[in-house]
């Protein structure tokens, strides 16, 4: 069976972790995949992520999920918000702020992808792919 929205699963797998108060998780790699991991890392939502299997077929990615003190998770909530069926885009002037800058959305432009602040500062708008708190 295919996955139809592979970053969809990646967010839920994410928030399932969390939620069992999992350590790390595993799930299958792709360059989006590890862009989106690497945003969440730099904003300190993850403690790490390692790939693995680079040479196989089907390369898979470890994420190190980050806790406060004993099993407080750091992530509140991720959300999709721009979805195959129904793509959301918004110009730089116009992309949310997230818990008052507390939290971040994730938002794909042509230079790639981006942090809401980064693309606010850069002046570029794109399709937003998730929101974290």
């Keep these: 069976m295919t996955i139809q929205d592979p970053i969809s699963d990646l967010l839920i797998k994410i928030k399932n972790g969390y939620s069992a ?17 690497k945003i969440l890392k730099e904003e300190a939502f993850l403690n790490d992520y390692i790939v693995f299997d680079a040479d196989s077929k089907k390369p898979k990615i470890k994420i190190i999920l980050k806790y406060y003190g004993k ?36 938002i794909s432009t042509p230079i790639g992808l981006l942090t809401d602040k980064k693309a606010r500062e850069l002046k570029h708008g794109g399709e937003i792919i998730c929101t974290v708190e």
Excluded: E, T
């Design 71 to 106: 099993k407080i998770p750091i992530l509140k909530n991720i959300k999709r918000i721009s979805k195959p069926s129904v793509r959301i885009y918004k110009k730089y002037k116009n992309i949310p702020k997230i818990l008052n800058g507390f939290g971040i959305a994730i």
């Design 21 to 37: 108060k999992k350590n790390y998780i595993i799930i299958y790699s792709s360059k989006i995949k590890i862009n989106i991991l």
